[in-house]
């Protein structure tokens, strides 16, 4: 079994034309690769605009966004969605999305103590002195 191609969006704003956008982007997986995509847009600022849009999904610490016939799936993670599955430990799709959009400039600022998240910054800070050092990347 083929799985379908994922799209993931990192938006500050989610929008109705970020939406008109990111089904563009779908619609041209679609043509390219002969299936529908599954969407995962991580939203780091408001989405109001489309809440209104949005259920409760089969997944953790997301909403679903109607996306028939462009996409197989359309996630959206943001505040608002992970509000209510913020037990620790933290789901790790949670746990990824809190990280890249909570703005957290440092493991002092994250107040979820979670492994993942530990995880996660410990990865950053390497990647970050690899980068300082000019060392080539593995």
Request: with cysteine.
């Amino acid at each position: 079994m083929d799985l379908p191609p994922i799209i993931i969006e990192i938006q500050h704003t989610v929008n109705k034309q970020f939406m008109r956008k990111a089904v563009g982007c779908c619609l041209q997986a679609n043509l390219n690769f002969d299936v529908e995509p599954v969407l995962l847009v991580l939203c780091s600022g408001p989405s109001k605009e489309i809440k209104d849009d949005t259920v409760d999904s089969r997944l953790p610490g997301v909403f679903s966004y109607f996306c028939k016939p462009w996409a197989a799936e359309c996630f959206i993670l943001c505040q608002d969605s992970v509000s209510q599955d913020l037990t620790t430990p933290l789901n790790p799709l949670i746990a990824l999305g809190l990280f890249l959009i909570c703005r957290c400039k440092s493991l002092l600022d994250n107040l979820y103590g979670d492994p993942t998240m530990q995880y996660l910054y410990l990865l950053g800070l390497h990647q970050h002195q690899i980068d300082s050092q000019g060392l080539p990347m593995l």
